[in-house]
């Protein structure tokens, strides 16, 4: 099958109102801001991150096979006079532009998720359940930020029948450039939890930050939020004061319209009877987990508020399988027998700590295994830190986990409350707690391991799955 262009040159100078230099190609067939991972044919954008200046890898980008970079004008000199070049003022905003022109040309439907825990999880779901139904298109991993959202709609092809968007914030005020350039129809907020404290005064901060996401909705478009969540009240007073036409609330609360009424959890899946928008709906998750079970309630009214069908879309939920560090299980080898890694070290907040550690609990272990939890900082949390890790202590004894590793000086509050009995070893980095871990293994037991991405707990996954090579990842059996 021949590869669709996804922009020709002449469209791609007239949304950037760019200059041209060299003998350009007619047609684009994506869009790179990397030139180790550009396909020939991609526009490389030379953007400049927070370490590398892209204009330094104009020339790799080029001889890979990129049909034209992206550089700004106060760069262009360093470039030979006949490479293929748009030349713009900023290339950021150059790509911003070309978001807005994705958006401006496309007709199908857009969802746009935010939330203080399960944004990529949601998003993935929605991907997994539209694309059974029609061309889809959905952020990479969690390009949910000031570049990784126009890079999303940029490499949006226009014949897409529905667009899902992740929108991610550290602070307040940066949700509301992002979702004014997806202009989604239907907007999700998960949920509102005590994340990035660091950077707000409370909760009722962050509730106002996420809020940001109406404000770029279409005229007649929905929000769906979670009632069961304690800032629900808030949230819709600012959907209103937004001007939101309507507002759809999933939970197990008896008003929500995406209500849930039984759920069976299991180690590896869960079962699920919901009311979604009036439709009576019973479904398997592929995902074990209540907080999984919860948000693919938001999921599927998603999907019926788009025009999806609704009875396929729950049974495409079957299918749904974890993201990269998100609850990926595999299979550690150790000789006598295999133990089970659950991967979780992509991220970590109060809320994904304790929804992580019911996931454990719920864990099948076989002979003498244990319930083990490899645990890294938290960030971002300011002053309410040492409490809310040493917090986690209820959620460890309430889930039944047998032993705890702990990693970072925030850990050491949660190390410091546990019995004795749940202790299994602690250190200040991830490197210095590798060797404890990777010692302690015996067959039977279940792992999970979890921390802020710059906890680097991946670390220590990594060192697991090199020193026993398993089976492959245990996801794609899981149901």
């Known amino acids: 099958m021949t590869k669709q262009p996804l922009w020709t040159s002449e469209a791609m100078i007239a949304a950037m109102r760019a200059a041209t230099a060299g003998t350009l190609p007619r047609d684009v067939f994506g869009i790179s801001i990397d030139s180790r991972t550009l396909a020939p044919g991609d526009a490389y954008f030379a953007i400049k991150g927070d370490v590398h200046d892209g204009h330094a890898f104009v020339e790799a980008a080029l001889k890979a096979g990129a049909a034209l970079a992206v550089v700004e004008t106060a760069q262009r000199d360093k470039f030979p006079a006949d490479a293929p070049l748009l030349v713009v003022d900023d ?17 199908g439907r857009v969802i746009a998720v935010t939330g203080s825990v399960g944004k990529t999880s949601t998003k993935e779901a929605l991907r997994g359940v539209l694309g059974a139904q029609g061309e889809t298109h959905a952020s990479v991993a969690s390009f949910n930020n000031h570049w990784g959202v126009p890079l999303t709609l940029a490499r949006c092809p226009q014949s897409v029948h529905y667009a899902v968007f992740e929108i ?30 660091e950077f707000f005064a409370g ?9 940001e996401i109406f404000a770029g909705l279409e005229p007649g478009g929905t929000a769906v939020l979670n009632r069961d969540n304690p800032m629900f009240g808030r949230l819709c007073d600012n959907a209103a004061e937004a001007g939101v036409a309507r507002i759809v609330s999933f939970g197990a609360d008896a008003k929500a319209e995406a209500r849930l009424l039984d759920i069976a959890l299991h ?23 209540r907080h999984i079970a919860m948000n693919s309630l938001a999921v599927l009214a998603a999907a019926d508020l788009v025009g999806a069908d609704l009875a396929l879309a729950a049974l495409a939920l079957s299918q749904v399988q974890p993201a990269a560090g998100r609850g990926v299980r595999r299979a550690l080898e150790l000789g ?38 490899v645990l890294g900082d938290m960030l971002e949390l300011g002053p309410t830190g040492p409490e809310l890790h040493r917090g986690l202590a209820e959620a460890v004894k309430s889930h039944g986990i047998d032993l705890v590793y702990c990693c970072g000086p925030l850990m050491r509050h949660l190390w ?18 590798e060797s404890q871990v990777v010692g302690a293994l015996r067959p039977g ?18 060192a697991l799955e090199k020193r026993f090579p398993g089976k492959a990842a245990l996801d794609d059996a899981a149901v």
């Open 336 to 373: 006598q027998g295999a133990a089970t890694l659950i991967d979780e070290s992509y991220n970590a907040n109060p809320a994904s700590m304790a929804a992580a550690l019911g996931v454990l609990g719920s864990a099948e272990i076989t002979g003498q295994g244990r319930r083990i939890a």
């Open 168 to 197: 991610g914030m550290n602070h307040a005020g940066e949700i509301e450039p992002l979702v004014k350039m997806v202009r989604p129809h239907v907007a999700i907020i998960t949920t509102v939890e005590p994340v990035h404290l």
């Open 416 to 433: 410091d409350a546990l019995s004795s009995g749940k202790r299994g070893g602690y250190a200040e980095t991830a490197a210095e707690l």
């Open 91 to 107: 290339v950021l905003d150059g790509l911003r532009d070309l978001g807005r022109a994705a958006r401006a040309r496309l007709d």
């Open 203 to 211: 909760i009722e901060g962050i509730a106002d930050a996420k809020s």
């Open 267 to 289: 180690a590896d899946c869960s079962a699920v009877h919901a009311s979604i928008l009036g439709h009576d709906v019973t479904y398997k998750l592929g995902i074990p987990g």
């Open 445 to 462: 037991d279940v792992l999970m391991i979890k921390g802020s991405l710059g906890s680097r707990m991946k670390t220590i996954v990594t």
